[in-house]
């Protein structure tokens, strides 16, 4: 089957991780674009005869609620796939964003060098120096954290890798030749950066990313725990689980059905991640 | 032992300067974020000049280069402040009574921090442990065989394990371990078996970074000349693997763990609020939901400052394993 003729997509679909992965990826993203719709409950309909129902595979359990329903009667199921929408959407934008503003500064104090270099790298050393979430929750814990403030306030503590690793292979790269000769025809720094050199580096760049959306959605579910993302009634993964964490010793599905299908989702991530660098890594060598 | 000397020195202040930085970065932060931390200390009833007066005695009321400047001065005599909202008696949460006399009496930063560090150490260490020993042979022996069955479970492993977020482990291994089988307790912290399953959440996190960097640095190291030289030479499998092979790979390990530092500190401080240990962590994530500014900067200080030392510490072993490395 011809599936592309670029020879790095061509090697990419046959890596099993990659296939398997984007499979599992593009159910999860089905059902959280389609399942909301679909699914007979809503997330935020409330039903107190029917609190605490487990889910259908124990004794007490109806297809009626597949993974069970919380404290307040709500359908497990729809709350899963709606944090799960909001999830997919913050991972996404945090990423592109970070990917976007990181490449574009490091690949300018990269180039130009000087004071601004300095300065940049000083900021990031001092950055990755304190853990991110220190700083997340300072800044969440006091307003009323809506999905806007929650991609900023993640893209914030976590450019700094992106301005850094870009600004590394942009010094190896302003040495070679055909830097020197877009100079020497008279191109301008930022028209050298953004035609002659983004194009080269931001490839392998954005293949790392791909393993960052994974660790976004994490925080987010990390912030959503401590109370610092979404905010309920809406459901997040970690306000789920932050809620059903009261209910651990009599309804342990409320606490472990999301967390399940959020590990799918970064088990899918991080395989498809990995399995587009092996294949990176196999092109490099031949 | 000049050259030492001499890099410690550079290093140090390189250190310095990072942990300058970082203060600076939190402390304006803090500030310029909306919040109100006298507001939570004087409760919610206090009229408007009480709010005034407590703000001007903190000197929040000063420019906010004027009270960097006070604090590092502080800093410097080795006087970390008090904390806003901590007594010093040791409860924990602020928002007493205005007018409640009792409240004046706050904890020193420095204590506050010093009496939680041997738990959260203790956490920490025994995370680092687990790890190793789950990820470092389980390394070798994938790396040893490549494509053989200990290499797909390693690989298995290692997947399964970095996707899964720490947070919800750690409510799963409460659920089974002490919830089910009532084998271990989970929550706060009254002797060492209270520090099994946090540190086992928090190692779960580190163990597969442990065990991709010494799978690929061994398979680098065991194609190497010397490798072949040593078996004509006669030499046991074993003592190829353990003295030749594994001492080579350690470099890339021993750099990956200093740059995982800041990744263990954060699995730490989440781990503790999941199973309310009262570490470093707890302090933390309390001191920045309360507005604690003398404290969230105290706190930043330390873990900048471990940072720093431990990327330091890992230069100079990374020359010890390997001669050829210079400073």
């Known amino acids: 089957m011809q599936v592309s003729k670029n020879p790095f997509l061509k090697l990419a679909f046959r890596n099993v991780g990659v296939i398997a992965g984007l499979s599992i990826f593009f159910i999860l993203l089905a059902a959280s674009i389609f399942g909301p719709h679909l699914l007979p409950h809503d997330p935020y309909k409330m039903n107190i005869m029917n609190r605490l129902k487990p889910p259908v595979f124990m004794s007490g359990g109806t297809w009626e609620h597949p993974l069970g329903t919380d404290a307040l009667g709500r359908d497990l199921l729809a709350r899963v796939l709606s944090g799960l929408r909001v999830s997919l959407i913050i991972g996404f934008s945090t990423v592109l964003l970070i990917f976007l503003f990181g490449s574009a500064l490091g690949m300018t104090s990269g180039y130009y060098g000087g004071l601004f270099d300095t300065i940049q790298m000083r900021i990031t050393d001092a950055q990755l120096s304190l853990p991110m979430i220190v700083l997340a929750i300072a800044i969440l814990g006091v307003t009323r954290p809506n999905i806007y403030s929650i991609i900023l306030v993640l893209a914030i503590s976590s450019w700094p890798i992106y301005a850094r690793v870009t600004r590394g292979i942009v010094l190896g790269e302003r040495e070679k030749e055909y830097v020197r000769a877009a100079k020497i025809i008279g191109a301008s720094g930022p028209r050298i950066i953004a035609r002659y050199i983004a194009p080269g580096i931001l490839p392998s760049v954005a293949l790392v990313a791909i393993l960052d959306i994974a660790r976004m959605i994490i925080f987010e579910a990390i912030l959503g725990f401590l109370g610092l993302s979404i905010q309920p009634p809406q459901p997040s993964f970690g306000n789920i689980i932050a809620d059903g964490r009261k209910y651990l010793v009599n309804a342990w599905w409320i606490a472990t059905m999301p967390g399940v299908v959020l590990s799918l989702l970064l088990i899918s991530i991080n395989m498809v991640g990995s399995g587009v660098e092996k294949v990176r890594k196999t092109i490099i060598e031949t | ?327």
Not at chain 2, 58 to 65: F, R, S, T, V
Not at chain 2, 142 to 165: C, E, H, M, T, Y
């Open chain 2, 1 to 327: 032992m000049g050259y030492v000397i001499y890099f410690l020195a550079r290093r140090s202040a390189q250190g310095l300067i990072i942990v300058f930085f970082a203060v600076f970065f939190i402390f304006m932060v803090m500030r310029i974020v909306p919040g109100d931390p006298v507001r939570l200390m004087v409760g919610g009833a206090a009229p408007d000049q009480v709010l005034q007066k407590v703000a001007k005695e903190l000197g929040l009321k000063d420019p906010l280069l004027v009270q960097f400047g006070r604090y590092l001065k502080g800093i410097v005599q080795g006087d970390f402040g008090n904390s806003f909202i901590r007594p010093k008696s040791g409860g924990s949460v602020g928002g007493e009574a205005w007018d409640d006399k009792r409240a004046h009496a706050r904890a020193e930063v420095f204590d506050l921090i010093v009496e939680r560090i041997p738990l959260t150490l203790l956490l920490a260490g025994m995370a680092m442990g687990w790890a190793i020993l789950l990820g470092i042979p389980l390394g070798i022996m994938a790396a040893l065989r490549q494509g053989g069955w200990v290499d797909k479970f390693a690989n298995a492993f290692v997947s399964v394990s970095i996707s899964v977020p720490n947070f919800w482990l750690g409510i799963i291994l409460m659920l089974i371990v002490s919830i089910r089988l009532k084998i271990l307790p989970s929550v706060g912290y009254k002797g060492l078996s209270y520090v099994i399953l946090p540190s086992f959440a928090v190692s779960l996190e580190l163990a597969p970074i442990l065990l991709r960097t010494i799978r690929s640095s061994m398979i680098d190291v065991l194609q190497m000349n010397f490798v072949k030289v040593a078996k004509a030479r006669g030499l046991s499998s074993w003592s190829i693997i353990m003295k030749h092979c594994f001492r080579n790979s350690l470099i890339p390990l021993l750099n990956v763990l200093g740059v995982q530092i800041g990744i263990l500190l954060g699995g730490v401080i989440v781990v503790e609020f999941v199973f309310n240990y009262p570490g470093l962590g707890l302090l933390t994530i309390y001191a920045v939901l309360q507005r604690d500014f003398p404290l969230i900067q105290g706190i930043v200080i330390l873990f900048a400052g471990v940072f720093v030392f431990i990327n330091i510490i890992v230069d100079l072993l990374c020359s010890y394993v390997d001669r050829r490395l210079t400073f």
